[in-house]
């Protein structure tokens, strides 16, 4: 076997094979944790820690929102079915259309029923659980 065969079987793993196997370790009907999620698909942007200082922020016009305060902003209370419409984007957000955050509602919708995938609806649940957890006091 060449060894660009073998690279792009390890890239393929990496890529696909990943979830499934995070998915059969942890025998949870959640495949991949929200804080997984949040890592692949918005800390580019939003950060690592979700506090708007991802390596992309930078050459966005309008900074990415600091995802840790979204409680704070809104009188202490996390308001989670409306940042689940958020991220899913049946919300217009501010900063969205010409920054392009990803519609993530369609983008994982294109996953469902691939091996180690969850719905769409669970992700974004997870995500925004996820969220939950990283809230500045
Ligand atoms: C390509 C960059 C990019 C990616 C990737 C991205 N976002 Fe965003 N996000 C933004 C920008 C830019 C804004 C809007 C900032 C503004 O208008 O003030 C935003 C705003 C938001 C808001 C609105 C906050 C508020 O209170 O208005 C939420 C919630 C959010 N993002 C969550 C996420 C989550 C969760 C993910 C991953 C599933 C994600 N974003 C991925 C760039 C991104």
Not at 29 to 55: M, R, Y
Request: proline content about 5%; some cysteine; aromatic content about 8%.
């Amino acid at each position: 076997m060449s060894f660009n065969k073998i690279a792009i079987l390890c890239l393929g793993g990496i890529l696909l094979g990943t979830p499934a196997l995070a998915g059969e370790k942890s025998g949870q009907t959640q495949i991949v944790s929200g804080e997984d999620e949040f890592l692949w698909n918005c800390a580019e942007c939003h950060g690592f820690e979700g506090k708007g200082d991802g390596p992309l922020a930078k050459v966005l016009i309008k900074p990415p929102t600091d995802l840790t305060a979204i409680a704070r902003n809104n009188l202490g209370v996390f308001p989670g079915e409306k940042v689940f419409r958020m991220i899913a984007q049946a919300d217009e957000v501010t900063g969205h259309q010409s920054f392009q955050m990803p519609k993530f509602w369609e983008r994982f919708q294109q996953s469902e029923g691939r091996r180690g995938y969850d719905t769409a609806e669970v992700r974004i649940q997870a995500i925004v659980d996820y969220l939950e957890t990283i809230q500045a006091p």
